[in-house]
């Protein structure tokens, strides 16, 4: 090799040098961020590219590359994905509300915004104070001192409404650093919606037995800051856009549950920087109460954030997605979400995202996969037949089985089709063996049955 080393041009050396080397190969690391798992200690390069955006970091940079590798997943857009179908069924919902002066749907539906986010956007456009806790390195994933992974869709508040929106739905990933367990997970995804409503929208029947508009407002000077509303507005019109607001989410809930007679609901009081007054909505399952969503009242600042002045009040409200999936599915761990295995998304393959399904748990036990390619002849095997055919004879082992391809030879006038069956146990692992007995099975009764030739 020395002696030859000469005669080669300077790039095979390199590469010579490289295939030679018995250095440990270095994991990929998109991000270039070093971990040290004995020191406990993390590098980050002077910057971050994330979706070909440059960010500088500094000592506010704590995002890890797990979390980085998240951003784009985007589940709540996942064809078939349980959040997807949570989703959709918010976005019916909203949908069914008509503006019949706009001739359209009164609600704009946003799903697309990136989850990083300044610090302006996350904390300080919705009024939330420069010392609150959940500003801290120890709740977030900094990007750098001014960039974070947001927190909330709540952070998108204040540009929506400022292009002019005044009834969405913004749907999204937020991170907040978490520990991992089957209740959290540092991902996860929520629904905010807003109403806005100007004095017109507000107060519809406005006019008295004469016809005449009553003189209803929103604004008074001299209103004071009470539990009951804030300085300036009215109390009736935060009791009518209470109203708007409650009647809005338990009238969400009912089509989310349809049973939702066996469904108890209430509202607590609660208190948050950008709403006043605030409440939370909870549900009680199995005897126990389950907080769902953040509500009430907008700020009148964060208004004005947005450029409007003293003609508009409005509502607000922040669900997790995760929670209510859970409950509505019967999923029993927040992890599951993030599953690629096809016995979890298998049990959501279906277009109609109304349609109610219990989650059935998932075996521990690995899958064992098999395709079966074969010729038929003019006629192809109808996909339900086969798919009874294979839970016949493979019973409780066979998880799953598709059609994955299907074609038709012209000059051979056959067609083809190929079948994937995902065998698993309920409670152990299989053998080779008795899965190629049961495979072997279903190919001799294809052959008996449809006339197939197995490929
Ligand atoms: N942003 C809050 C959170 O993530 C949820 C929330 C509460 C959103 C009240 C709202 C609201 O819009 O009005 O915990």
């Excluded at 041009?9 to 250095?23: C, D, E, G």
Aim: glycine share 4%.
């Amino acid at each position: 090799m020395i002696i030859l080393k000469h005669l080669l041009p300077r790039s095979s050396i390199r590469y010579l040098l490289r295939t030679n080397s018995t250095k440990p190969q270095k994991k990929f690391n998109p991000f270039n961020i070093e971990y040290d798992p004995i020191k406990q200690t993390v590098t980050y390069p002077p910057e971050l590219v994330i979706n070909n955006q440059n960010y500088s970091t500094d000592s506010w940079t704590n995002v890890t590359p797990h979390i980085l590798s998240r951003i784009g997943q985007n589940l709540h857009k996942q064809k078939h994905h349980p959040l997807c179908h949570l989703s959709s069924r918010l976005r019916q919902y909203f949908y069914q509300q008509y503006d019949p002066r706009k001739l359209s749907p009164k609600f704009s539906i946003i799903d697309n915004l990136s989850p990083i986010v300044t610090v302006e956007q996350n904390f300080d456009s919705i009024c939330i104070p420069k010392d609150h806790v959940s500003r801290t390195k120890s709740m977030n994933y900094y990007i750098n001192a001014n960039t974070l992974l947001r927190a909330h869709t709540s952070a998108h508040q204040v540009d929506l409404i400022r292009s002019g929106l005044d009834a969405f739905l913004c749907i999204g990933d937020v991170y907040r650093r978490d520990s991992i367990d089957p209740t959290h997970y540092p991902i996860f995804h929520q629904c905010e919606g807003v109403q806005l409503f100007n004095k017109e929208q507000l107060f519809v029947d406005n006019k008295n037995v004469r016809g005449e508009t009553k003189d209803l407002q929103i604004f008074a000077a001299n209103e004071h800051r009470d539990a009951t509303k804030q300085e300036g507005h009215t109390l009736e019109a935060v009791k009518l856009v209470e109203a708007s607001l409650k009647q809005t989410i338990t009238d969400l809930f009912k089509t989310l549950f349809p049973d939702a007679s066996t469904l108890n609901s209430r509202w607590v009081d609660a208190t948050f920087p950008f709403t006043h007054p605030s409440w939370e909505y909870e549900v009680e399952i199995d005897g126990k109460w389950y907080e769902l969503l953040g509500c009430g009242i907008m700020e009148h600042h964060v208004l004005e954030n947005s450029g409007l002045g003293r003609d508009h009040i409005g509502w607000a409200f922040g669900l997790g997605l995760e929670r209510i999936a859970m409950i509505m599915y019967g999923i029993p761990d927040i992890r599951l979400f993030w599953s690629n295995d096809s016995g979890f998304l298998s049990q959501f393959a279906f277009d109609d995202s109304t349609r109610s399904v219990r989650y059935k748990p998932i075996s521990i036990y690995p899958q064992c996969i098999n395709d079966l390619s074969m010729w038929l002849g003019k006629a192809k095997i109808d996909p339900l037949d086969f798919y009874d055919l294979v839970r016949t004879i493979g019973g409780d082992l066979v998880e799953q089985v598709m059609l994955t391809d299907e074609f038709y030879h012209k000059k051979k006038d056959r067609h083809s089709q190929t079948y994937r069956i995902i065998y698993r146990s309920p409670d152990r692992t299989l053998t080779k063996n008795e899965i190629n007995m049961i495979h072997k099975d279903i190919e001799r009764y294809c052959i008996a049955q449809f006339g197939a030739e197995i490929r």
